[in-house]
């Protein structure tokens, strides 16, 4: 008898185990699991669909950024180029109360083949006027005395579609020459409909010592045909007036593939011996490319309410024409 206890909890045990292994082979529990991997399926399909529609926004985003800035010329567009290219200015500008100015400047990236397209050779004949460049103030008040030359060796240290880091030295001419150094990065970031870039440029020039330059630039589309761009920027050096500040917010308008139009308003200012704003500026480009691919003509108003006149209301007329050899991308 004393076996029987003993036997009634090995019965009980087999039965357990054999429902436990019944159980999955119901219909109830088959349709139940197919069930649950039918919903699985569907999210990780949704997840999917969500991940390649925010890829598609964010290029899209991205390429449209460096469509505007290739179509007007602006200089990260030549600054980050992997081809040779070279570019010709000349701008007519009319202020008010000044007389009329016309400047032209060419600069150049040739680039070097056989070292892996890492390294390429540059020049500049507006170095002077683009390192105190102003969008308002493309032709500012320089004199042929502070034009200057500059020559040297660029070597990209990394180049990716959402990253570059570059290294520049060479010797600025003006009058003599200049030794100077720079290394610049830039780093491109997307969230949802917004692309964000950073870029940092730290530079020397042994008649100048050092500074930074820091920029960021907010993009997105807000239609079909308008796109959005706010940029903050700030500049030190040992020649500025404390920190050099400015910020800009410009919207583009796709008018054709040969016409885009562009408006900002843009303030700037600097913080040394006491921070104030400098300009208050508001500017309209047309920009046309022509028939041919390597011509493009502007027409640029703006209104500028400058300190140095009181903030009194002063118009400016910018006139452009830019001829591109190379091959750009």
């Known amino acids: 008898m004393h076996y029987f206890p003993r036997l009634c909890r090995m019965i009980a045990a087999s039965a357990v185990a054999s429902v436990s292994f019944a159980l999955p082979c119901l219909p109830g529990r088959t349709d139940a699991h197919a069930g649950n991997e039918r919903l699985n399926a569907r999210k990780n399909t949704l997840v999917e669909e969500m991940d390649n529609y925010h890829k598609a926004i964010s290029h899209g985003v991205v ?8 179509f007007f010329a602006d200089d990260r567009v030549l600054e980050e180029s992997e081809d040779t290219q070279v570019r010709v200015r000349s701008a007519v500008r009319y202020e008010d109360g000044k ?20 390294f390429q050779l540059i020049f500049d004949t507006d170095e002077r006027e683009r390192d105190i460049k102003d969008e308002l103030r493309e032709t500012p008040d320089v004199t042929d005395d502070d034009r200057s030359v500059l020559t040297g060796i660029r070597y990209i240290l990394r180049q990716t579609r959402r990253s570059r880091v570059n290294l520049d030295g060479g010797l600025r001419w003006r009058g003599g020459p200049v030794p100077f150094a720079r290394i610049r990065g830039r780093r491109t970031l997307t969230y949802e409909h917004w692309a964000v870039r950073f870029t940092q440029l730290f530079f020397w020039f042994e008649d100048r010592g050092f500074g930074e330059r820091t920029t960021v630039d907010f993009e997105r589309w807000l239609d079909d045909t308008h796109f959005f761009r706010a940029t903050p920027s700030m500049t030190w050096s040992e020649t500025s ?26 303030a700037d200012g600097y913080t040394r011996p006491s921070a104030k704003v400098d300009t208050y500026a508001a500017t309209f480009r047309w920009r046309q490319r022509s028939h041919r691919d390597w011509m493009y003509y502007e027409i640029a108003p703006s209104l500028a309410f400058p300190r140095e006149n009181d903030f009194e209301f002063t118009p400016i007329l910018t006139l452009k024409l830019e001829v591109l050899f190379g091959n750009p991308r």
Do not use: C, W
């Not at 449209?64 to 290739?70: E, F």
């Not at 600069?107 to 890492?118: A, E, I, N």
């Not at 910020?247 to 308003?265: A, N, W």
């Open 99 to 118: 007389d009329l100015t016309l400047r032209t400047s060419l600069q150049g990236r040739f680039t070097m083949p056989h070292m892996r397209d890492r």
């Open 63 to 70: 390429n449209t950024a460096n469509r505007i800035d290739a």
């Open 241 to 266: 007036r404390g920190v050099d500040l400015k910020q800009s917010v410009s919207i583009f308008h796709f008018l054709s593939e040969d016409t885009m139009l562009g408006f900002s308003l843009s």
